[in-house]
């Protein structure tokens, strides 16, 4: 598979700066793009290239949000085994009891409920790659076996008579301290020692901050382009308030700040209070978080009045925009017009356009 870098010059006053930018596109699928140009970042993919035809296991460390699984199908689809099949299995989603039949499969009347033949995540990735997400949250009795099918390269069904042979490449991530669950004998070392061979940590998004406006700017168009495209750039306020913010979530959270930003905008460019990252006293810290700390202004209250409240809180940040509102409120907008004039029957009326303060 051949990987493309292309460069760009960023549009946005601030990430000018940090001009020209590598994007590191897989060709054939641009889902799976990925976006950087932070040297902190470009040192990451560079090494994950190099992980990738070595063929080696790789353990993907980082904070939640930060592109590990995005990584993980970069070093795939750069590997010599891209176009064979690519499969992941969270480890922290399935039960402890389902995640053994899940991984290796199982034979008909293994146990009460195993009604047929099942093929397991490792055999369904003969000739390709496994990820193994969340690895730290399997149970030690399952990481016995799973390191006894790495190091065998077998796998054995629940109930089966004989392992199978099978060629996979094994890919694992955490967003724990991997080596801290070891000490704490909750993490098999030896299972540990043969999954990282290569150790990969993606930083966060606060540890790459020319990442940030490049990443913005690339959500921006993805989304923007799912409905006619309307907005062109971040206000220069907007990339500055961005830079500043710790992200918490990392890229997943910044790719869903831009999102809702979209929808709340109601000019070209996209203003500094629709990404909500900060309350409007711009004291620093986040307006969701500053919500969760003081005691839930919803208790104690009658839910007409907490939808009243979010109804007319909502047309506020739309500017007066009705459509955007019922948007975001994830109603009608008949269901809208008919509550205002409800509203307004009982003595509120709709708020009018927002001041302008960026
Ligand atoms: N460099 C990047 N370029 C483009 N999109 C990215 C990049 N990094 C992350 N994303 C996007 O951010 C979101 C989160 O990425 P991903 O699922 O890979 O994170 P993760 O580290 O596996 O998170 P978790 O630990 O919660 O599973 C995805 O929607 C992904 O497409
Ligand atoms: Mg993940």
Known sequence: MTLDA?????EDGVADAAAPFYPVRARH???????????????????????????????????????????ARFIHNASRRAKAAFVALNCAAIPDHLLESELFGHERGAFSGAIGRRIGKLEAADGGTILLDEISEMDLRLQAKLLRAVQEREVDRV?????????????????????SEVKKQTFREDLYFRLNVIPLHIPSLRQRPDDIPVLARYFLRKYDSRSAPR??????????????????????????????????????????????????????????????????ASAGRPLWQIERDAIIDTLVMTGGNRTRAAEVLGISIRCLRNKLQLYASQGFAPPGPASRTD
Not at 6 to 10: C, I, L, M, N, P
Not at 159 to 179: C, E, F, S, W, Y
Not at 264 to 291: K, M, S, W, Y
Request: aromatic share 6%; charged share 25%; with cysteine.
């Open 6 to 10: 292309e460069s760009f010059r960023a």
């Open 29 to 71: 699928d641009p889902a799976d793009d990925f976006i950087c140009c932070d040297p902190a970042m470009v040192a990451v993919v560079r090494r994950a290239r190099q992980a990738a035809e070595s063929g080696a296991s790789v353990l993907i460390s980082g904070e939640s949000g930060t592109g590990k699984e995005v990584i």
């Open 159 to 179: 109930g089966g008579q004989r392992p199978m042979k099978v060629d996979i490449r094994i890919l694992a991530t955490t967003n724990k301290d991997l080596l």
């Open 231 to 296: 907005f062109r750039s971040f206000s220069d306020a907007s990339i500055k308030a961005m830079l500043a913010y710790h992200w918490p979530g990392n890229v997943r959270e910044l790719e869903n700040a831009v999102n809702r930003a979209i929808v709340l905008a109601t000019e070209d460019e996209i203003r500094r209070q629709c990404l909500d990252l900060f309350p409007p006293d711009g004291n620093g810290v986040r307006l969701a978080g500053h919500r969760a700390e003081r005691p839930a």
